[in-house]
């Protein structure tokens, strides 16, 4: 006959230290999902912050970290139940801990689903980095499929949507049909936003002279438009900015394409 099992302190103890370890692992959870969750909050703050920055989708970030902060609330609540009825069984002189814990082998298998699902994610939302047009003297001209009035609109409306200030608006073509000399449709536009060209001018602040940012937008010999740019990189190079602010004059790479679309 099997005698019974009489609980000490120690089985008390360790029960104890396992409900603790349960709560360390539902707030590490938590935690980390609450960050997961917030980064793609940031993303969108950074975006309203600094409309002149191209849109870009913050994905589902906020939905992984929903499923990891409920998961860690899930393992908290599990943990209180273990707790209670492993004291329980202790009272009554039974053996705890007799099978694997199924709950326990769950939290591992969601946690590896939630990784996988995040892992596949970063690898589809991977963007190829597009190679763009650069001649030696740092400009870039791509072509547009509107004429130059149309796609000068087009420029126009993208940046009023991002809260871009227009400064000027040079009509080249138009001033020298007022003197008399003909010349094909040529108009530059500039613009800029004064909280991404300031810290670029207190860096480096020989930048002042090629900013604001510009795009001319002009009709070739062969009547087809194009739009051209100071390319980000030269302009990085000219004025030795940091690399972390390059993203500032950057924009106009997505402008510039928008409007030529």
Do not use: C
């Not at 409920?70 to 329980?88: M, Q």
């Not at 689903?113 to 596949?120: E, F, K, N, S, Y």
């Not at 001209?141 to 993208?158: N, R």
């Amino acid at each position: 006959m099997t005698e019974p099992h009489t609980s000490s302190a120690a089985d008390y103890l360790a029960a104890e230290r396992t409900f603790l370890a349960w709560i360390r692992t539902g707030l590490a959870l938590m935690g980390f999902g609450f960050v997961v969750a917030r980064f793609g909050l940031f993303l969108e703050a950074l975006q309203i912050e600094q409309p002149n920055l191209p849109l870009r989708s913050v994905g589902i970030s906020p939905w992984f970290g929903a499923a990891l902060i409920l998961l860690g609330i899930g393992v908290n609540l599990w943990g209180v139940r273990s707790y209670i009825r492993l004291v329980r069984d202790l009272n009554r002189g039974e053996r705890g801990f007799e099978r694997p814990s199924t709950f326990a082998i769950t939290v591992a298998v969601l946690l590896a689903a939630i990784g996988l699902a995040m892992a596949i994610y970063l690898v589809s939302v991977r963007q190829p980095k597009e190679e763009k047009p650069m001649s030696s003297n740092g400009i870039v001209t791509i072509p547009g499929h509107w004429s130059v009035d149309q796609t000068v609109q087009k420029l126009e409306a993208i940046l009023q949507a991002k809260g871009v200030k227009l400064f000027a608006l040079i009509d080249h073509s138009g001033e020298a049909e007022k003197v008399g000399m003909p010349m094909r449709p040529t108009k530059l536009l500039i613009f800029g936003n004064p909280k991404a060209g300031t810290p670029l001018m207190i860096a480096a602040p020989t930048i002042a002279m090629d900013l604001p940012l510009k795009v001319l937008v002009w009709e070739d010999a062969e009547g087809k438009v194009q739009l051209s740019y100071n390319d980000s990189t030269w302009l990085q190079t000219r004025h030795g900015l940091p690399a972390e602010l390059v993203g500032n004059i950057a924009v106009v790479d997505a402008l510039a394409a928008k409007a030529a679309e």
